[in-house]
């Protein structure tokens, strides 16, 4: 049996957490992926995906997993995550949140049910769904970290090349997959998320206008 992951939700279901989790499904397939601490209808935002959810948290489900094999992604883990660790992890737990940046160390509410083990993707803050996919390709295609093409704080192109939005986190570089080079500064983005921040953007912007 295959490394399961784990997301604790932690934050509000907005649009943004709603395309990270659907990308979340698609890279690791639903039979591989756990939301806890989940008290909607998964098929309430997604018709195309049925993952395994609880409404409790992973703290009070320690009847439901293997908990010497559960490993919590932290950024203060002292130890970063390599290809190796496949044969000691059953699964991953992440913190699905919206990351303040610099960090405000979320991750310490999961912390505090001292996990026997716990890993790092380095010291450059990633998105949910980003951090999914770096595991991914570590223990599924052993390739260590220091390997993987990194896109980081990318500027998004919106409506047109003079309208971008920054985003402040390391995103994996679409190059990792299709070894082109014009691939390398782009990052790998859930689908319709360009769509997300445009509209984000439109609302930023009217809400400015509204201001004056």
Same mark, same amino acid.
């Given at each position: 049996?295959?490394?399961?992951?784990?997301?604790?939700?932690?934050?509000?279901?907005?649009?943004?957490?709603?395309?990270?989790?659907?990308?979340?499904?698609?890279?690791?397939?639903?039979?591989?992926?756990?939301?806890?601490?989940?008290?909607?209808?998964?098929? %309430?935002?997604?018709?195309?995906?049925?993952?395994?959810?609880?409404?409790?948290?992973?703290?009070? +489900? #320690? *009847?439901?997993? =293997?908990?010497?094999?559960?490993?919590?992604?932290?950024?203060?883990?002292?130890?970063?995550?390599?290809?190796?660790?496949?044969?000691?992890?059953?699964?991953?737990?992440?913190?699905?949140?919206?990351?303040?940046?610099?960090?405000?160390?979320?991750?310490?509410?999961?912390?505090?049910?001292?996990?026997?083990?716990?890993?790092?993707?380095?010291?450059?803050?990633?998105?949910?769904?980003?951090?999914?996919?770096?595991?991914?390709?570590?223990?599924? %295609?052993?390739?260590?970290?220091?390997?993987?093409?990194?896109?980081?704080?990318?500027?998004?192109? +919106? #409506? *047109?090349?003079? =309208?971008?939005?920054?985003?402040?986190?390391?995103?994996?570089?679409?190059?990792?997959?299709?070894?082109?080079?014009?691939?390398?500064?782009?990052?790998?983005?859930?689908?319709?998320?360009?769509?997300?921040?445009?509209?984000?953007?439109?609302?930023?912007?009217?809400?400015?206008?509204?201001?004056?």
């Amino acid at each position: 049996m295959g490394v399961k992951f784990i997301v604790e939700h932690m934050d509000d279901l907005e649009e943004w957490c709603i395309l990270e989790y659907m990308h979340i499904c698609e890279i690791v397939k639903d039979e591989n992926i756990i939301f806890t601490k989940f008290k909607d209808n998964f098929k %309430d935002i997604s018709k195309s995906h049925e993952p395994k959810c609880y409404e409790k948290s992973i703290g009070d +489900l #320690k *009847n439901e997993f =293997e908990w010497n094999k559960i490993c919590l992604l932290d950024m203060k883990a002292k130890d970063v995550l390599t290809c190796k660790d496949k044969n000691e992890i059953g699964f991953l737990l992440f913190g699905g949140i919206l990351g303040n940046v610099p960090s405000n160390d979320r991750t310490s509410e999961l912390r505090k049910f001292e996990f026997p083990i716990s890993r790092n993707l380095g010291s450059v803050q990633m998105t949910t769904n980003t951090a999914v996919l770096v595991c991914h390709i570590i223990l599924n %295609d052993q390739v260590e970290l220091e390997n993987i093409p990194f896109v980081d704080n990318p500027d998004i192109t +919106l #409506k *047109n090349d003079k =309208e971008s939005m920054m985003l402040p986190f390391r995103f994996v570089s679409k190059y990792y997959y299709t070894k082109c080079e014009n691939d390398k500064n782009v990052p790998i983005l859930p689908k319709n998320f360009k769509e997300y921040l445009i509209k984000l953007g439109d609302q930023q912007y009217n809400d400015l206008d509204s201001f004056f």
